[in-house]
């Protein structure tokens, strides 16, 4: 109560300061309920991200990061709660209009296809841009370098972390106002994580994007997180700037 209670302050002075344009990109989900079966898994959690800024999801294993991603984007019925993005409403309606209204979303484990080349998982991306142009932005080229160079290559014949650009690549294609990351560091070598971080940190901070980012990571949530969210058996349990996020609270809730 006490952390919705902040939250809420927060989003209130903000909006004063705000321009009209960034309070639109806005993503504001409050008292989400979900279950698996009889298991509830995600226990009234409320988050906000405004344009601009990365707010990052933390908590062990299995306490529910994930579901909770799919159940702001819509791949998992949820039993209650609402999500406004842009001051619209959209816990009702299904992933395609979320991803056509401006949400982007990574899933955990890249889940890129291995026998399609970057460029037509690339391509995948665009369909649900109806009416629009289906060329691949050339921005996610400047971004990822390398998807160019490899374009003609197999997704299956990438390493990890390029697997992991290319999951970003495919999210970015609709040029979302909003990207929900899903532990992109996971299982990848240092050197493509510190570019996704630069590529994070760039999306935010000069176009303006909102992340919502999950990682286990601490040195790279503190590095790039503007604020955190630590989630405990599928509830916060604390929230704060990231400067707020002390050792206690670390080896509370998290392994390290
Ligand atoms: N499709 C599913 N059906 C039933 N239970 C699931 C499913 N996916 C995840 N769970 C369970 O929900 C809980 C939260 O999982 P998850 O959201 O993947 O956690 P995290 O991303 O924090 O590791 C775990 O106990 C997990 O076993
Ligand atoms: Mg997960």
């Known amino acids: 109560m006490v952390a919705e ?3 809420s302050t927060v ?3 903000n909006e004063s300061t705000r321009s009209a344009s960034s309070v639109r990109d806005e993503l504001l989900a409050q008292h989400i309920n979900q ?3 009889l298991s509830h898994t995600i226990r009234d959690m409320s988050v ?10 933390m908590g062990r294993n299995g306490v529910g990061k994930t579901t909770f991603l799919k159940s702001l984007m819509g791949l998992v019925p949820v039993a209650s709660g609402e999500m406004i993005f842009a001051g619209e409403q959209f816990i009702e309606k299904p ?28 391509k995948t991306g665009l369909a649900v841009r109806r009416g629009q142009t289906r060329e691949i932005p050339s921005k996610i080229f400047d971004l990822f370098p390398v998807l160019h160079e490899m374009r003609s290559r197999r997704g299956g014949d990438l390493s990890g972390g ?10 970015l294609v609709i040029e979302p106002r909003m ?9 990848i070598q240092p050197n493509i994580v510190s570019q996704i971080g630069e590529v994070i940190q760039l999306l935010t901070k000069e176009q303006g994007l909102g992340v919502l980012l999950v990682e286990q990571k601490l040195p790279f949530a503190r590095r790039f ?5 630590l989630m405990d058996r599928g509830s916060s349990v604390a929230r704060g700037s990231m400067g707020e996020l002390t050792e206690d609270l670390v080896s509370e809730h998290l392994s390290v």
């Open 162 to 171: 390029q697997q992991q650009q290319l999951a970003i690549g495919r999210a």
């Open 11 to 13: 989003v209130k002075k």
């Open 95 to 122: 992933v395609e209009i979320r991803a056509q209204n401006g949400i982007g979303y990574v899933p955990q484990g890249r889940q890129i296809f291995p026998l399609l080349t970057v460029e037509e998982n690339l």
């Open 48 to 57: 906000s991200v405004s344009p601009g800024e990365c707010v990052v999801l």
């Open 225 to 229: 997180g503007d604020r955190f969210i």
């Open 35 to 37: 279950y698996y079966g």
């Open 5 to 7: 209670a902040l939250e």
């Open 179 to 187: 990207l929900l990351l899903d532990e992109p560091s996971e299982g």
